[in-house]
């Protein structure tokens, strides 16, 4: 596939991710383009018949994203990121089909695990700092998100 | 961290989220390393992450973001070029060699005599297309200039307007329409007309083909000498004429021809 095509087919979800981590155009447009350069020089490690390149590119985002945040060099692990291959959202029908899903998943959530979804997710706060900020056990923060990406993973499957 | 033999579930999605300390993020990473189960359950839980991204509202890339990527990464292409062009030393396989000198200059050459032959085609076509091209347009300028002459002859206050009778004859009014039905274009010259009182004008008239009713195509008033002309009256296009006809109307002009009719000719089918 040509890069720009692939810009083109997973741009706006890489930017759309990155956004919503740091709330800031300038900052995300960055993320985005570093990400998509990376790509195309082959350093980014994405492996074919790892899981779909969608898929990867959007926990790339993200994980880059939060690394911007707590301006820190990517790390590592942004590098190891490997999914299940089953996961494909190379066609545009495919991504609107999921993406309803997981919404309608996600919005079912109960309103505690949406919480800690999103302080984990976007805000990049490690579990510690969230079972300080909201007062829960960190047994419970770890288990609360554990149940809801399971809680996602079989509503999307199901 | 590890429940029994394995990783927890719990930290592997934690560990998926960098929500791990460094510490227990390099003792999760060194598990992985070694056992495929638990390699297995991260990319699951890696997985679940890409579902939560593929929650976000779609926002509309920013304006020029395409360009300035393409833009970047065809800068980058372009600063690697001549590092692609530097020769690489590598080591000698002279029974390759051997093989390679022989074809290669006559490779060579032939790639080179097709590309030559393929360059000089493209300029002949091209050479051929640019004489046509210059044929069409010193035509086209030169039918316009004709076309200007003509209507500058025929409206021209200066030009001498010379009606040629039997010279027995009195000279008596006559009327001259040439007319383009495709276009609607239409000049009309008339002589000998008389003149007329201020109340009172001469109109034009076009007889479409079709039958249908006479068209309006000008009011004019003849000078001293009882020239007149009317140049391109707003008509509409594709209106073949069965005739023309002048009338006498009141000074505003009429829609419709007011009898008698002074002047008329039938008109002959066009390429008469």
Redesign the interface.
């Known amino acids: 596939m040509a890069m720009a095509e692939v810009f083109d087919r997973y741009g706006g979800l890489v930017y759309s991710v990155a956004l919503r981590v740091l709330k800031e155009p300038d900052q995300a447009e960055d993320v985005m383009q570093d990400i998509f350069f990376q790509l195309w020089k082959g350093t980014g490690t994405y492996v074919e018949g790892r899981g779909s390149l969608g898929a990867w590119l959007a926990v790339v985002a993200r994980n880059r994203a939060i690394d911007s945040l707590r301006r820190k060099k990517p790390t590592d692990s942004v590098e190891d990121v490997v999914l299940p291959a089953k996961t494909d959202l190379a066609s545009e029908s495919e991504r609107n089909l999921m993406i309803e899903k997981v919404r309608v998943v996600m919005q079912g959530l109960p309103p505690e695990q949406q919480k800690l979804v999103e302080l984990a997710f976007f805000e990049g706060m490690s579990h510690s700092e969230i079972a300080e900020m909201t007062g829960d056990a960190l047994g419970t923060v770890k288990t609360r998100i554990r149940t809801a990406l399971m809680t996602l993973r079989k509503g999307v499957q199901g | 961290m590890t429940n029994g033999a394995h990783i927890s ?3 592997l ?3 998926a ?5 460094a510490e227990e ?1 390099a003792a999760v ?1 060194a598990h992985v390393a070694e056992c495929e189960v638990c ?2 359950e ?21 304006a020029g ?2 360009d ?3 833009s ?2 065809a800068e ?1 292409a372009k600063q690697a070029e001549p590092e692609a062009k530097i020769a690489k030393i590598i080591p000698i396989n002279r029974a390759a060699v051997g093989r390679v000198s022989v074809w290669a200059p006559r490779v060579a050459v032939a790639a080179l005599l097709i590309i030559a032959v393929g360059l000089s085609w493209e300029v002949l076509h091209l050479d051929m297309r640019l004489r046509r091209e210059t044929a069409v347009l010193r035509s086209l300028a030169a039918k316009n200039a004709k076309a200007q002459a003509v209507v500058d002859a025929l409206t021209a206050p200066a030009a001498q307007r010379v009606l040629l009778t039997s010279v027995k004859t009195p000279p008596s009014p006559t009327g001259r329409a040439v007319y383009l039905p495709s276009t609607g274009a239409l000049v009309f010259q008339g002589n000998n007309l008389a003149s007329l009182p201020a109340d009172k004008t001469y109109e034009l008239w076009v007889i479409p083909a079709n039958g249908t009713a006479p068209i309006p195509a000008g009011l004019f008033r003849p000078d001293a000498t009882g020239n007149a002309s009317v140049v391109l009256p707003d008509l509409p296009k594709g209106i073949p004429a069965k005739a023309f006809g002048v009338t006498v109307e009141k000074a505003s002009g009429s829609d419709t021809p007011t009898a008698p009719i002074l002047l008329a000719g039938a008109a002959p089918a066009a390429g008469d």
Request: glycine residues 2%; charged residues 25%.
């Open positions: 579930e719990e930290d999605a934690l560990h989220l960098q929500a791990l300390t993020s990473q390699r297995a991260l990319a699951a839980a890696t997985g679940d992450l890409a579902l939560v991204a593929l929650s976000v509202e779609q926002q509309p890339l920013p973001a395409r300035r990527f393409l970047r990464i980058d």
